[in-house]
């Protein structure tokens, strides 16, 4: 039975692996300083880079974080801090829905509310349809974290005459600041990798976006939309673009794990 | 007549410097406390815009066709005409496949990380499943397409047609050449497991300590006590987990996409290519050129939504009633 | 009802405190003076009501969703419970240090100390240093900390963590000070070093201390009050409590025949 188990659980592990090294070796090869410098080559012929993409996936990411990270901080810090009981379950409750809401969703709703009363893709809806997906991503760890910050703090807060709000920004806050940060890392990077949302908001562009009202690309676009093209060479600078990809989200989990282990010890 | 003591208090009190009293705290707590909430509503907000928004893109198409939306399978954009069955049908099925396939290695494996995994090895374990979850889906897709796909056609599917042939799922061509539903499932399974695994694992942690003692007690096997003791307790909880699982795999678009090989259709054969929900709005959204193919296409999300939601409320109050705020659903 | 001075030199008059949490009568009208500049015990079993009296002291109670009070309390003759007084503004006046020493894990010695006031819009240096110091003294903890006060809080032992809270709550220059059993987490050393140290602050604090240890109640108060079940049984200065109690309850509590 043991054996089996052990068997069921190497059989998890297998794809990680499986995945990472095809990756490494089909992608290697392919990441070159044209890959980062030069934006795509005209369709069909050999060369280019991803420049744009690289930049457009930043750009979103920004964008993303600038919905996302307030709101959802912010409301998390209701959860943990105010408000009843009945009414905080419901709130938790609506958040857990909307993590289970299917991003090509996010991407079909975003699209009826900005793409089309502004006629057109573009970045704006890129960034927002992100952020909106990141809200209870990074309301559910904030509270989460508030809430393993011990209530003797809180209380000796107040005892000095501190007010309330004080107390939370300025003691509770502080405390799990690393929790709040490592949980909005984390939401970051699952955003990162995020394509359908993106399919009919950002769209995709072979070059540059000369602002936030057209159409942006972003790695995991490109990634698919040369995955599925006839061109190899296309094939092959998708394979670059998912290493860089995969690289910098395993390296934001991997490190945020890192920094969570350095928890400090209180002497007795 | 004020006292010494009283003199010297208002002295003491008149003394302190005024920075001491500045600062209007019950402005500033209510302030923040309305922000704070207002920010909270915003997922009460975010959950009406969804499905209005989604009510409202369908309304031309369930005019059009009511319910035979949902059990039609004519999807013929030169005529108008539009049915969601086989996708619906697709979706269902993939997701049964995964569910199939990662049921039960997602409890073993959690299993063996609660109750039978050396102490050193479980950390890195978790470590690994928690970074395959983190894979985006568009990479573990086209990793599908190049790696996956192709093997399923040389290998595995030549053995299944040859030892279980029989089967009605495991006959007929695949002449997608690899691309088919069963490819969907496998690639969904993958994806799923982290999640069951994980949440299956906060389940048997959650199981109290006592439940195993006293089937120790009783002279059980250790299998026996997990058996006994430890799964039949979680059963509710794990229950919970899976249909968790179930609702990502219903709603998972770009792995899908890539492997399964986006044909309008629904065919018993598991090597035959077909669509879900999710990945047949993803490839048509920017065919559609009609309003009421639009229209139909938003009515597929709205359907899909539905799926969705009522699944994971179902596993959300599994899991809140099994263990309470304790459990933390992975995503 | 029982007081142990007349109301001129109280710094806390309580008449008729009752608080209930919910449904449940937790202190029941409860009347007394604090001396100022003196120490007063409360002493009681578990659940006699003793950290709840004192925390209705400086309206900590009411962190407690359900809580209700009627009765009144008065500090130096202003009512804390009168309309339109913050809590907040009676918390600067009465301050308070816990049983389990809390200093802020995120700050260090010196900022510790002076959070009361900076986050109450202090802002000059001068000022902030010279109080550190102060404070620092006046808790026994500046000799052992002077040359590092920058080192996180969290690295002093326990004793000094509930020193440095004292000095952090002295700091803001309260009136009173509250104390609840603030030596029941440490080793007899440094209980001893709390206990000399309450000695020296009555001079000139008023010192509101709850302990379950009577031999300290009789150690370091001046009155001392003993709660059974939300009531308050008997209350005088502690050389009565401990050798001639007018009551059967309190006289059986002292001589350990129940707790």
Known sequence: ????????????????????????????????LAFFTQVPAAVGEKGGGMANALVGTVVLIGQAALVGVPIGVLGGIYLS???????????????????GVPSITWGVVVYGLMVVPMHGSSALAGGVVLGLMMIPLVMRTTEEVLQLVPGGYREASLALGISKWRTIVQIVVRTALKGIVTGVLLATARIAGETAPLLFTAFGNLGWAHGLKEPIAAVPLVIYNYAMSPYPDWHRQAWAGALVLLLLVLFINIGVRFLTRDRFQQKI | MPTTEQTVAADRAAERPARLRAGASPLGDRAFEWLTLIMALSVFVLIAIIGYELARGSTLAIHKFHWHFLVSSDWDPGNDVYGALPFIEGTLVSSAIALVIAVPISIATAVYLTELAPLWLRQPLIMFIELLAAIPSVILGFWGMDVMVPWLHTHLFPALRGRLGFLPIFHGPDYGHGYSMLAAGIILAIMIIPIITSISREILRSVPGLQREAAFALGATRWEVTRIAVLGYAKRGLFGAVILGLGRALGETMAVTMVIGNAPQFLISLFAPGSTLASWIATQFTEAVSNLFYSALFELGLVLLGVTLLVNVLAQLLLKTFAGPSIKPQH | MATANTPENAALTVRNLSIYFGGNHVLKNVSLDVAAKAVTAIIGPSGCGKSTFLRALNRMHELVPEARMTGDIRLFGDDIYARGIEPVAVRRRVGMVFQKSNPFPTMSIAENVTVGLRLNGAREKKFLVAR?????????????????????AISLSGGQQQRLCIARALAVQPEVLLMDEPASALDPLATSKIEDLVRELKRNYTIVIVTHNMQQAARISDFTAFFYLGELVEFGPTPKIFTNPSQKRTEDYVTGRFG
């Open chain 1, 1 to 32: 039975m043991e054996l089996l188990a052990f068997a069921c659980a190497i059989l998890v592990v297998m794809p990680l692996l499986l995945v990472f090294y095809h990756v490494l070796r089909e992608g290697l090869s392919s990441v070159n």
């Open chain 1, 81 to 99: 801090e105010y408000g009843g009981t009945k009414f905080n379950w419901w709130i938790r409750f609506a958040a857990d829905i909307l993590n």
């Open chain 3, 132 to 152: 550190t110091e102060e404070s620092l003294r006046m808790a026994a903890l500046w000799e052992e900390v002077k040359d590092r006060l920058h080192a996180p």
